[in-house]
Nanobody, 116 residues
Framework: QVQLVESGGELVQYGGSLRLFCVASGNGFGISAMGWYRQVPGKQRELVAMIANDDNTDYADSVKGRFTISRDKSKNTMSLQMTSLKPEDTAVYYC??????????WGQGTQVAVSS
């Protein structure tokens, strides 16, 4: 099993920066990709950024140029550097890991709030 724990969410002002962290424990050897999703009330959880084992990355259009995902596979850690934050970035952010071909793991979420 894989356990994911996020941290770093807090209230920030418009235009500010924040870094989120995720630590994977357990059987992380088989993780093929990790990423960040976010969710606001009344909406579906959406992909923010994803990074594969080959370091290929994918970002939501709304965060391209502002967010940067990184991963240290040897330490089983991942981070999301967020800059130029907007109120629309307010959400609960979830760490995600794909194990093998089809197994999904999720963290508990960390709240990010951006004031107007």
């Amino acid at each position: 099993q894989v356990q994911l724990v996020e941290s770093g969410g807090e209230l920030v002002q418009y235009g500010g920066s924040l870094r989120l962290f995720c630590v994977a424990s357990g059987n992380g050897f088989g993780i093929s990709a990790m990423g960040w999703y976010r969710q606001v009330p009344g909406k579906q959880r959406e992909l923010v950024a994803m990074i594969a084992n080959d370091d290929n990355t994918d970002y939501a259009d709304s965060v391209k140029g502002r967010f940067t995902i990184s991963r240290d596979k040897s330490k089983n850690t991942m981070s999301l550097q967020m800059t130029s934050l907007k109120p629309e970035d307010t959400a609960v952010y979830y760490c995600y890991a794909r194990w093998g071909e089809s197994q999904d793991y999720w963290g508990q979420g960390t709240q990010v709030a951006v004031s107007s």
